[in-house]
């Protein structure tokens, strides 16, 4: 079966800095895009940065510069690095494999000021 499982959520003060992590079982990460999203409360669902199975990245506007997707082959895992967090950034963070329909469970990430 595929399942995906974010860790690393919590709460940090603004330009403070969290590691998510998406640890997958029943995919292999190297071989397939992944995708960070988020939504905050009240809000739609945004992207936020994908990997693509070559390794090329790319970030929404609002976290360019500040996020890091990469991935740790070995262990089959995604990381988001978010450094410099704003208030802003404060949603429930989801992996998802690209172009399918699997999402992890999310982790809350509470951005304080």
């Known amino acids: 079966q595929v399942q995906l499982v974010e860790s690393g959520g919590g709460l940090v003060q603004a330009g403070g800095s969290l590691r998510l992590s998406c640890k997958a079982s029943g995919i292999i990460v190297s071989l397939n895009g992944m995708v960070w999203y988020r939504q905050a409360p009240g809000k739609q669902r945004e992207f936020v940065a994908t990997?693509?199975?070559?390794?090329?990245?790319n970030y929404a506007d609002s976290v360019k510069g500040r996020f890091t997707i990469s991935r740790d082959n070995a262990k089959n895992t995604v990381y988001l690095q978010m450094n410099s967090l704003k208030p802003e950034d404060t949603a429930v963070y989801y992996c998802k494999i690209d172009l399918s329909d699997y999402w992890g469970q999310g982790t809350q990430v509470s951005v304080s000021s």
């Open positions: 990997i693509t199975s070559g390794g090329r990245t």
